[in-house]
């Protein structure tokens, strides 16, 4: 099904941006549904409206708007494409060598200064946030650490990428957008709609080596992986803690916090290396 109409590329954002718009009022009135039934702000509640996101607000309107603007959903979302072993392997060995970048870089992101009217109105975006966060990882059990990954983590990690990878920076492309320009502009807007802005840095750069993933791959199962395993490394490393172990160690590694910074440099290195050859090898084995 294909309507000449979304031929242009503004024609096709606008439709994305109306199914988004749709689809988040439709999961909306999912949010007070399930306050009703579990009860409002409880782990359950808000894990049960993560979902309805995911689901109404990012993968529906995705796939409807590729569908309608290209005709094959399936294969210009990059859902038919499979991945290499190599190309999971070294996607998985990037995503775990740049945690000490990583780290350095929400630390420097979290200490940005702001005039104290913006930083008044960040802090609460940030708070509100945070609150939602904590409660769903607030959990000991297996069966919460499982919906967790399953909901934080996987289910997120697909919805997400289908609508700002698969959908919003294939839309983007064109004449005067280069494949680079996309992903940098898919990224930021990835980055700007969390509503986070002291974590808006490195949500960026991460947004953009998903992007980078989907162009070289062609499929968008690669970066849902490397999205989902980034959530599920949160939701783990929280679950942890939860039952007690002292997990500071892994969230300052690489920062000035604790005087290691140059692990963060070193991470940088290794990361930015491994980074130029999946640029080389991911290509090459679609």
Not at 43 to 60: D, G, K, Y
Not at 108 to 137: C, G, H, Y
Not at 150 to 167: C, N
């Amino acid at each position: 099904m294909f309507y000449p109409i979304f031929a242009s590329r503004p024609a096709r954002l606008v439709l994305l941006f109306v199914t988004l718009f749709v689809g988040l009022c439709v999961a909306s009135l999912s949010c007070g549904f399930f306050d009703i039934l579990f009860g409002q702000g409880t782990r359950t509640a808000l894990l049960c409206q993560s979902a309805a996101q995911a689901v109404f607000a990012f993968i529906i309107p995705a796939y409807v708007s590729v569908k309608i603007a290209y005709g094959n959903a399936y294969d210009e979302l990059g859902i038919s494409r499979g991945f290499s072993v190599s190309a999971i392997l070294i996607t998985l060995a990037i995503m775990f060598t740049a945690v000490p970048f990583l780290n350095q870089i929400i630390s420097l992101n979290e200490n940005i200064a702001f005039s104290p009217d913006i930083e008044k109105v960040f802090r609460q975006w940030e708070n509100q946030a945070l609150s939602a966060t904590n409660s769903m990882l607030d959990t000991d059990t297996v069966s919460g650490l499982v919906s967790g990954v399953l909901i934080v983590g996987l289910l997120t990690g697909i919805g997400e990428e289908f609508f700002f990878r698969g959908a919003l920076q294939k839309m983007l492309r064109g004449k005067g957008v280069s494949a680079h320009g996309a992903i940098w502009i898919a990224a930021t807007v990835f980055s700007i709609m969390h509503f986070q802005p002291y974590g808006f840095v490195p949500r960026l750069l991460l947004g953009a080596f998903f992007g980078y993933l989907y162009w070289w791959s062609g499929t968008i199962w690669l970066p849902v992986i490397a999205h989902a395993v980034n959530n599920s490394m949160v939701v783990i490393v929280a679950w942890i803690r939860n039952c007690g172990a002292d997990m500071r160690w892994f969230e300052t590694c690489g920062t000035s916090d604790d005087g290691t910074l140059w692990i963060s440099a070193m991470s940088l290195v290794v990361a930015g290396s491994l980074t130029y050859i999946a640029s080389r090898i991911i290509p090459n084995s679609k």
